[in-house]
């Protein structure tokens, strides 16, 4: 099965993920942290975009739809994969639609995380201290949310259409917000 997961910057997405992957034998696809290792590993195209995403603004949707079509590709990862920030816009939504249906896959279920800004800005907070992303700041994370809530909005209505949509309490605790997620998914293998 393949599995998207979104929810705005610091809503758990990749907390989340982690869980779900070990419990469902799946890959996380986090282009948020692949993104991080070009620029980490100074390649060109990190030198590229290390700026845009210290801003909070979204890498062009070639770059992002190139890095996820090399896993798409694998047969390693076939069905297996969880999308965790991909798509961000409409266009990146219909492109991977596109892509799965390119190497016979599909998405089975999409899962939206749902936290108010005020929480977002304390765990980032919270964050800080923990891991130094330089994208993490008050600052950045209202932009980063702002971007988030702008662009996302076809991005669920398209998944509603598709009835693929589950929208899930992102302010709950962990564990209540991963027994949810097991519980949805186990859901579709009934
Ligand atoms: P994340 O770790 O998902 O919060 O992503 C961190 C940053 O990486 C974002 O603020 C964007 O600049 C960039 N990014 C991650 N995923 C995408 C994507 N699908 N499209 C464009 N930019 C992205």
């Known amino acids: 099965m393949n599995i998207v997961i979104f929810g705005p910057p610091g809503a758990g997405k990749g907390t989340q993920s982690n869980l779900i992957v070990k419990k469902f034998n799946l890959h996380q696809l986090s282009t948020g942290e692949l993104l991080r290792k070009e620029i980490k590993d100074q390649t060109k195209l990190g030198q590229q975009i290390s700026s845009t995403i210290d801003e909070g603004d979204l ?10 079509e090399k896993y798409i590709s694998n047969k390693i990862y076939k069905s297996r994969l969880i999308f965790d920030g991909y798509p961000r816009n409409l266009n990146q939504a219909r492109n991977l639609n596109n892509l799965l249906s390119k190497y016979d896959q599909k ?25 130094k992303r330089t994208d993490d700041n008050e600052l950045t994370a209202i932009k980063r949310y702002e971007t988030y809530e702008n662009k996302i909005k076809p991005v669920v209505d398209f998944y509603k259409q598709s009835n693929l949509l589950k929208v899930v309490n992102g302010e709950n605790s962990i564990t209540e917000i991963s027994n949810e997620i097991s519980d949805l998914i186990d859901g579709l293998k009934g």
């Open 107 to 131: 998405i089975d279920i999409v899962l939206k995380l749902s936290v108010s800004l005020e929480i977002i800005k304390k765990r980032i907070n919270e964050r800080q201290t923990l891991e």
């Open 59 to 68: 890498v062009s949707d070639q770059i992002a739809g190139d890095l996820i």
